[in-house]
């Protein structure tokens, strides 16, 4: 079983600037195995990007992902007050799929 | 418009029965993996596993095998999640998610809405 580590575990920044949260695998896995989601409170998630890069249809593309073997990121720029919220990354490639414990974006 | 729509919140007591519910609507119901995933109060995800509406093929996690059951109803576009014997510890949010039949090439895309378990001791 793969985990995923995430950090910061609490990102404090202010609308317009420019996020990078971190996801960490403890195992090499290929890239297009790596997705993220967005959960805004009350709320099911919501797939931002797949195979580390690619944004979800409807994504705004201030969205961005990057990475590979381990190390995978998440970059968002030019936050937007919508985007406070906790992001999660999954590797989805095998069973059981896992996910990190989450980034909290907080204003 | 693609849709799961999830049955309502429900409160129980330790050692009682539960089935919840996830009714696809909008795309080929038998096309696509619907899994399960828990997240607890102020917690993160956890996946419970994945079944196939075609054949039923699943796939569970360790954490939760023998805890709970996954089924799907074909005739009717809906898939379950069941406990036989309820514990505190199940008291949890659990939402239902689609996941392409092209899996392991592809993440869950479409979710529900999320189900309130709530299990007194």
């Known amino acids: 079983e793969i985990v995923l580590t995430q950090s910061p575990g609490t990102l404090s920044l202010s609308p317009g600037e420019r996020a990078t949260l971190s996801c960490r695998a403890s195992?090499?896995?290929?890239?297009?195995?790596l997705a993220w989601y967005q959960q805004r409170p009350g709320q099911a998630p919501r797939l931002l990007i797949s195979?580390?890069?690619t944004r979800a249809p409807g994504i705004p593309d201030r969205f961005s992902g990057s990475g590979s073997g381990t190390d995978f990121t998440l970059s968002i720029s030019g936050l937007e007050p919508e985007d406070f919220a906790v992001y999660y990354c999954?590797?989805?490639?095998?069973?059981?799929?896992?996910f990190g414990q989450g980034t909290k974006l907080e204003i | 418009e693609v849709q799961l729509v999830q049955s309502g919140a429900e409160v129980k007591k330790s050692g009682e029965s539960l089935k919840i519910s996830c009714q696809g609507s909008?795309?080929?119901?038998?096309?696509?993996?619907i899994g399960w995933v828990r997240q607890e109060s102020g917690k993160g995800l956890e996946w419970m596993g994945i079944?196939?509406?075609?054949?039923?093929?699943?796939r569970y996690s360790p954490s939760f095998q023998g805890q709970v059951t996954m089924s799907v109803d074909k005739s009717i576009s809906t898939a379950y999640l069941q406990w036989s014997s309820l514990k505190a510890s199940d008291t949890a949010v659990y939402y239902c998610?689609?996941?392409?039949?092209?899996?392991?090439?592809?993440?869950?895309?479409?979710w529900g809405q999320g189900t309130l378990v709530t299990v007194s001791s």
């Open positions: 079944i196939y509406p075609g054949d039923s093929d699943n």
């Open positions: 195979g580390a890069s």
């Open positions: 998610a689609r996941l392409p039949s092209s899996w392991p090439d592809k993440p869950f895309d479409v």
């Open positions: 195992q090499s896995f290929s890239s297009i195995y």
């Open positions: 999954q590797h989805f490639g095998s069973s059981p799929q896992t």
């Open positions: 909008g795309y080929t119901f038998t096309s696509f993996w």
